[in-house]
T-cell receptor
Framework: RKEVEQDPGPFNVPEGATVAFNCTYS??????FFWYRQDCRKEPKLLMS???SGNEDGRFTAQLNRASQYISLLIRDSKLSDSATYLC?????????????FGKGTKLSVKP | SAVISQKPSRDICQRGTSLTIQCQVD?????MFWYRQQPGQSLTLIAT???????TYESGFVIDKFPISRPNLTFSTLTVSNMSPEDSSIYLC???WGHGTGELFFGEGSRLTVL
């Protein structure tokens, strides 16, 4: 079983749509969770951390379900500029700092 | 935030040669990390580079193949030695912003193609 698993997509949605990405992780002792965004041919950048209570940043909502080892990202009112690959990232407990386990990413394409 | 500059941004190399990638950070950082992103794959940590000590390599990566230097708190190099086409990948330098935050800043990456 892969350590961090995501639906690769692509998700093709119209502007204004709501889209949700899911991610599962295999290590139940994982401590920290993140969503990164990677634009085509660019480096990944942190989008948001994911907290147990769930958190929201503007149009973006992240949720964590530890019991199911499941993380989600919801994007409301999609913009063309949201087109990117979204990486689910987990900090492997006991690993060195920076040893984040990256999913392969879910590709989002927002169309006019 | 941290600004990270990587050189070269891309290169095409012949099988059997070696390439050194440079990473410069605009502030002093304790640890620097080298990742690899193969086509269609997720990012994989190669090694962690601490200033003044040998780099710590992850499973599947060895110093002979990926020697790393860390001469000071703002600079590191990664060498890809005796390259084969399987080494074609994007190599990314990164630093952690804040202790234990999990927020990594990445350089723009070095896209390596081995013929």
């Amino acid at each position: 079983r892969k350590e961090v698993e995501q639906d690769p997509g692509p998700f093709n949605v119209p502007e204004g749509a709501t889209v949700a990405f899911n991610c599962t992780y295999s290590n139940s002792a994982s401590q920290s969770f993140f969503w990164y965004r990677q634009d085509c041919r660019k480096e990944p950048k942190l989008l948001m951390s994911v907290y147990s209570s769930g958190n929201e940043d503007g149009r973006f909502t992240a949720q964590l379900n530890r019991a199911s080892q499941y993380i989600s990202l919801l994007i409301r009112d999609s913009k063309l500029s949201d087109s990117a690959t979204y990486l689910c990232v987990v900090n492997l407990a006991g690993g060195s700092q920076g040893n984040l386990i990256f999913g392969k990413g879910t590709k989002l394409s927002v169309k006019p | 935030s941290a600004v990270i500059s990587q050189k070269p941004s891309r290169d095409i190399c012949q099988r059997g040669t070696s390439l050194t990638i440079q990473c410069q950070v605009d502030s002093q950082v304790t640890m620097m990390f080298w990742y690899r992103q193969q086509p269609g794959q997720s990012l994989t940590l190669i090694a962690t580079a601490n200033q003044g000590s040998e780099a710590t390599y992850e499973s599947g990566f060895v110093i002979d193949k990926f020697p790393i230097s860390r001469p000071n708190l703002t600079f590191s190099t990664l060498t890809v030695s005796n390259m084969s086409p399987e080494d074609s990948s994007i190599y990314l330098c990164s630093v952690e912003w804040g202790h234990g935050t999990g927020e990594l800043f990445f350089g723009e990456g070095s896209r390596l193609t081995v013929l």
